[in-house]
């Protein structure tokens, strides 16, 4: 028994904890065995907190006693690192935070510490959460747990791997322009990213602070619908934190989706896409069609633009928030004579080259003289978009999409070539420049056995609807979760 | 002005800290005199992941400087990033207002600068917000930084090019103060970087309607450098002018030792701040009320209170200036008034003369400086009641100033009372008429000018005390008799 509770979902293990079939002790060693076992193949984890994850298991056993026990009581979660985690190193996958050990938690790790959940490690992520597939990290690539040889989707990959492969029962993500669905797609796990403003961002290293939001992998939506009720919320550090009150997000999990009106973007369905990725979508859209749902053919005419707009306005945001690692008060240093050398060799040597390649656009798009053609431009952009789903939603309750144009690529296959690793985020970019929320779930495998995602979006704040969508869906049986080989 | 022929063209921005307990965008202790790194948090130290939320209260200083400054609050305003690199900006960039501020336009009314003249209206841009940043320290081959200073809330006021002379602009920097001290938006302390300013100064031909190319001086922190950098200035563009050359748009910065201005190297300005819409923090939105509730908790305006008393105490221009300079010698001043003088021009002097006086001499704030307002105002009623001269009463003050004790005790204890008993002057007069009997005939045989003699006599007869009306009085009408 005790060898398998890694394999649980948080609803199972939740439950097994309350009956006291297991401990929390057992639980999270079960889930630090499967790190030792399966994480040299796959480096899921930057740092894995074997100590603090025993300290919190046994003081959530003591609450489960005490019959005191919080919503995640006990629960193993794996952190991306790019959360501030008090007293626990948090390098963002850059060697210009290797060292760097907040003296603060970010608000979703303080919720979390409070809801009694337990950290496992911090997962491994492309630095400052720049990349669609883990590659870039200055710890080393993330391998899929499906196939060693493919990418786990980034930016979150280590988080989705790590669910993936059972080290772990959900995990963190950060999500800014698919960071969290493109990584569950790829390792057949659910991911939500929630409503822009929904979950506070305090604490969470700022890639580009106007999309950047926080969400969970889970194995199962239930499982993603549990860890969201615990993070979102009103923040007071968080001035663009929402103050809406928060839903029971899994008493919405009725099942039913009958009337509900499924928008098909024609836009999305376009050539280039995998035979079979669109083939399994597809197949989603019928066995919704069978539950009672009805398919609408919708039309969202700026998403052409969605991709130049966000690397306009994300690399914008992203020069000023990583002026911040100048070498003076934390982080990597590299000696100089004077100032202005000390900033270039330590930016020089603490960036990787996708963060150097970002920032140089991002500091290039705010130029005096280019501010108006690009930085104003791709606002404009935004709002056309936002518009889009405006419109469209006027028509349908939920819009489906596929997560990606393939499944997991090849490591390294598209690391000499941004722009096709750019594209990598055609379908999932449209949702961050919108603020809506996303939730991305398996439907399928193609034949090499690699996990195809659906995306399913919602209005702002309708986080209720795309999960009951998603749970009736894998209510249905129709996709098995498939165990990871390792 | 050096020379006639030509006029300068200067605008200043003043960056001055509101007195706010808390920073700008964290809970961090906004005050002075705590050692280095004190009063620092994640947020101001720019920690990975934090954020900035907006102080209310220090919205609420900088809509009272607007409202204080005549300028229109904008209903909805954005702050920006303004990035550059340097040690003391943690976060490479500094959270300021760009395209929309809080303020905009406005004016500052210069009151008459000396007796016979007018006031003047100095247009303001705008009003906007900002962060501070740290402190750069240079001691024993090292650079440190204290961040103490870092988001402290600062407000950037920021005139139309109106001002026509260093001595304006030192005119419009001391009504400024005056203003956000009355309004207690800042103290305007120099000392501590509660003021700075930056100068752009250009020099035209008299009657000429285009502007001469400016000169930016940058960080000037007393108001002496700052006339003193614009008449360095002035001087230095007239000179390029008239030897046929031409001003380069340049920033300078003011050598205090040297006094005079030097270039920046190029490198030290050519910063383009790539400033955009600060995304973690919301667009600021001001309702109407909050506007009428600020409005209707504003104090009297040093405008104001000038037009007041000129209007209602019948003061000149000038004194009425001199007095609102800062609010603490005009409440002064009102205070000796509700003793119940009826001479408040003599009251009004006394506060210009004496008063400014012991503040200057002994270098202290006005309540250390000089006795309780009330007791200033007990001192005039007995010279106004003829129990003291004026005289008399300045020596009581000067000794007030250094005991704090009162009016009335200081005048019995130095025995400064005078005599208006008549029996004791007429007897006093009759002894000097005794005692003169030669210069009495010479007097009564036409020579007036003895008169100022015989006083001073009965006076020297009395010990100085003599009511000095009083003598005058019973000396003629024994004189003539
Ligand atoms: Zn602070």
């Known amino acids: 028994m005790t060898s398998e509770l890694n394999r649980m979902t948080i609803?199972?293990?939740?439950?097994?904890?309350?009956?006291?079939?297991?401990?929390?002790?057992?639980?999270?060693?079960?889930?630090?065995?499967?790190?030792?076992?399966?994480?040299?193949?796959?480096?899921?984890?930057?740092?894995?907190?074997?100590?603090?994850?025993?300290?919190?298991?046994?003081?959530?056993?003591?609450?489960?006693?005490a019959g005191d026990a919080p919503a995640l009581c006990g629960i193993p979660l794996a952190i991306k690192d790019i959360y501030a985690t008090r007293g626990v190193r948090t390098t963002c996958a850059s060697k210009m935070l290797e060292n760097f050990v907040p003296p603060f938690d970010a608000t979703v790790i303080a919720r979390l510490r409070e809801a009694g959940a337990v950290f496992i490690g911090k997962a491994n992520m492309d630095e400052f959460a720049m990349g669609s597939?883990?590659?870039?990290?200055?710890?080393?690539?993330?391998?899929?747990?499906?196939?060693?040889?493919?990418?786990?989707?980034?930016?979150?990959?280590?988080?989705?791997?790590?669910?993936?492969?059972?080290?772990?029962?959900?995990?963190?993500?950060?999500?800014?322009?698919?960071?969290?669905?493109?990584?569950?797609?790829?390792?057949?796990?659910?991911?939500?990213?929630?409503?822009?403003?929904?979950v506070s961002r305090y604490g969470v290293i700022a890639y580009a602070s106007s999309l950047d939001q926080v969400g969970p992998f889970a194995k199962t939506v239930r499982d993603a619908a549990i860890l969201l009720r615990t993070l979102a919320g009103h923040d007071p550090h968080d001035s663009t934190c929402s103050a809406r009150p928060v839903?029971?997000?899994?008493?919405?999990?009725?099942?039913?989706?009958?009337?509900?009106?499924?928008?098909?973007?024609?836009?999305?369905?376009?050539?280039?896409?995998?035979?079979?990725?669109?083939?399994?979508?597809?197949?989603a859209?019928?066995?919704?069609?069978?539950?009672?749902?009805?398919?609408?053919?919708?039309?969202?005419?700026?998403?052409?633009?969605?991709?130049?707009?966000?690397?306009?306005?994300?690399?914008?945001?992203?020069?000023?928030?990583?002026?911040?690692?100048?070498?003076?008060?934390?982080g990597l240093r590299v000696d100089a004579d004077n100032t202005g050398e000390l900033y270039n060799r330590t930016r020089a040597a603490g960036f990787g080259a996708e963060v150097k390649r970002r920032i140089m656009l991002g500091t290039f798009v705010l130029s005096a003289g280019y501010y108006d053609a690009y930085y104003l431009k791709g606002q404009k952009v935004r709002t056309l978009i936002r518009g889009d789903f405006d419109r469209a939603f006027e028509r349908c309750d939920v819009i489906a999409t596929p997560v990606a144009p393939t499944t997991a690529f090849k490591i390294g296959e598209k690391m000499a070539d941004p722009l096709q690793m750019y594209l990598s985020d055609i379908f999932t970019i449209s949702v961050n420049?919108?603020?809506?929320?996303?939730?991305?779930?398996?439907?399928?495998?193609?034949?090499?056995?690699?996990?195809?995602?659906?995306?399913?979006?919602?209005?702002?704040?309708?986080?209720?609807?795309?999960?009951?969508a998603g749970d009736a869906f894998e209510r249905t049986g129709a996709v098995k979760r498939r165990a990871a080989i390792l | 002005m050096p020379d006639n022929a030509y006029e300068a063209i200067i605008g200043l921005e003043v960056h001055t800290h509101l007195m706010t307990r808390s920073k700008l965008f964290c809970g961090c202790s906004a005050g002075f005199g705590a050692g280095p790194n004190e009063n620092v948090c994640p947020v101001c130290m720019g920690m990975p992941g934090v954020l900035p939320v907006l102080n209310r209260h220090a919205v609420e200083l900088a809509i009272r400087t607007g409202l204080a400054a005549h300028c229109e609050i904008a209903p909805e305003s954005i702050f920006a990033r303004?990035?550059?690199?340097?040690?003391?900006?943690?976060?490479?960039?500094?959270?300021?207002?760009?395209?929309?501020?809080?303020?905009?336009?406005?004016?500052?009314?210069?009151?008459?600068?000396?007796?016979?003249?007018?006031?003047?209206?100095?247009?303001?841009?705008?009003?906007?917000?900002?962060?501070d940043a740290g402190k750069n320290i240079h001691e024993s081959g090292a650079s440190l930084v204290d961040f103490n200073r870092s988001g402290v809330p600062l407000v950037e006021i920021v005139s139309e090019p109106d001002i026509r002379s260093a001595e304006e602009a030192g005119a419009y920097l001391r009504e400024l103060r005056s203003i956000l001290r009355y309004i207690e938006a800042s103290d305007g302390k120099m000392e501590e970087g509660g003021l700075r300013c930056d100068v752009n100064v250009s020099v035209r031909k008299r009657g000429a309607s285009e502007f001469g190319v400016k000169t930016e001086i940058k960080n000037l922190n007393s108001f002496r450098f700052v006339e003193k950098a614009i008449e360095h200035e002035v001087a230095r563009q007239i000179d390029i002018l008239e030897s046929g050359g031409r001003v380069a748009q340049e920033t300078h910065l003011w050598d205090p030792v040297r006094e005079m201005t030097r270039p920046m190297?190029?490198?030290?300005?050519?910063?383009?701040?790539?400033?955009?819409?600060?995304?973690?923090?919301?667009?600021?939105?001001?309702?109407?009320?909050?506007?009428?509730?600020?409005?209707?908790?504003?104090?009297?305006?040093?405008?104001?209170?000038?037009?007041?008393?000129?209007?209602?105490?019948?003061?000149?221009?000038?004194?009425?200036?001199?007095?609102?300079?800062?609010?603490?010698?005009?409440?002064?001043?009102?205070?000796?008034?509700?003793?119940?003088?009826?001479?408040?021009?003599?009251?009004?002097?006394?506060?210009?003369?004496?008063?400014?006086?012991?503040?200057?001499?002994?270098?202290?704030?006005?309540?250390?400086?000089?006795?309780?307002?009330?007791?200033?105002?007990?001192?005039?009623?007995?010279?106004?009641?003829?129990?003291?001269?004026?005289?008399?009463?300045?020596?009581?003050?000067?000794?007030?100033?250094?005991?704090?004790?009162?009016?009335?005790?200081?005048?019995?204890?130095?025995?400064?009372?005078?005599?208006?008993?008549?029996?004791?002057?007429?007897?006093?007069?009759?002894?000097?008429?005794?005692?003169?009997?030669?210069?009495?005939?010479?007097?009564?045989?036409?020579?007036?000018?003895?008169?100022?003699?015989?006083?001073?006599?009965v006076m020297k007869a009395m010990g100085g005390k003599g009511n000095p009306r009083v003598v005058n009085e019973i000396l003629k009408r024994k004189l003539t008799a």
Request: hydrophobic share 40%; net charge negative; proline share 5%.
């Open chain 1, 247 to 283: 839903p029971d997000y899994e008493s919405a999990l009725t099942g039913d989706v009958r009337g509900m009106r499924i928008g098909v973007p024609k836009e999305y369905f376009v050539a280039g896409m995998e035979p079979q990725v669109e083939t399994a979508i597809r197949d």
């Open chain 2, 82 to 131: 303004k990035s550059y690199f340097y040690p003391d900006l943690p976060k490479g960039y500094q959270i300021s207002q760009y395209e929309l501020p809080l303020c905009k336009g406005g004016y500052i009314e210069l009151p008459a600068q000396s007796e016979g003249t007018e006031a003047r209206r100095i247009r303001l841009t705008r009003i906007h917000m900002e962060e």
């Open chain 1, 133 to 198: 597939s883990t590659e870039n990290s200055a710890f080393g690539v993330t391998r899929n747990p499906h196939n060693v040889e493919r990418v786990p989707g980034g930016s979150s990959g280590g988080s989705a791997a790590a669910v993936a492969a059972d080290e772990c029962l959900g995990a963190l993500g950060t999500d800014t322009g698919g960071s969290i669905r493109l990584p569950a797609a790829f390792c057949g796990v659910a991911g939500i990213k929630p409503t822009y403003s929904r």
């Open chain 1, 11 to 65: 609803a199972e293990a939740r439950d097994g904890l309350a009956r006291r079939e297991f401990s929390a002790l057992e639980l999270t060693r079960a889930c630090l065995e499967q790190i030792k076992l399966v994480d040299p193949k796959i480096n899921a984890f930057i740092t894995v907190c074997a100590r603090e994850a025993l300290e919190q298991a046994a003081a959530a056993d003591r609450r489960l006693a």
């Open chain 2, 265 to 457: 190297r190029s490198k030290e300005f050519a910063n383009d701040y790539r400033y955009f819409p600060e995304p973690d923090l919301p667009p600021l939105r001001v309702t109407p009320d909050v506007v009428e509730a600020i409005k209707t908790s504003m104090p009297e305006l040093p405008a104001d209170q000038r037009a007041r008393f000129v209007r209602d105490l019948g003061l000149t221009a000038y004194e009425a200036a001199v007095l609102t300079q800062d609010r603490d010698l005009a409440a002064y001043f009102e205070t000796m008034l509700a003793t119940g003088l009826k001479n408040h021009r003599t009251a009004a002097n006394w506060v210009m003369t004496e008063v400014l006086r012991a503040i200057n001499e002994t270098a202290r704030p006005l309540a250390d400086a000089a006795p309780l307002a009330i007791e200033s105002g007990e001192l005039l009623k007995l010279v106004e009641t003829g129990a003291i001269s004026l005289n008399a009463a300045k020596t009581a003050f000067a000794a007030m100033c250094k005991s704090g004790k009162g009016a009335d005790a200081t005048v019995a204890e130095l025995g400064l009372a005078q005599v208006s008993d008549e029996s004791a002057i007429a007897a006093a007069c009759d002894k000097v008429i005794a005692a003169e009997a030669a210069k009495v005939a010479e007097y009564r045989g036409g020579r007036d000018k003895l008169f100022g003699f015989f006083v001073g006599q």
């Open chain 1, 433 to 468: 420049l919108a603020g809506l929320p996303g939730l991305s779930i398996p439907c399928g495998f193609d034949r090499d056995g690699l996990p195809i995602g659906l995306q399913l979006i919602g209005e702002p704040f309708a986080e209720e609807t795309i999960l009951r």
């Open chain 1, 285 to 330: 859209l019928a066995s919704y069609e069978r539950l009672g749902a009805k398919l609408v053919e919708i039309s969202l005419p700026h998403t052409e633009y969605a991709i130049a707009a966000y690397y306009i306005v994300a690399t914008a945001e992203a020069s000023a928030n990583l002026a911040r690692y100048d070498g003076i008060r934390y």
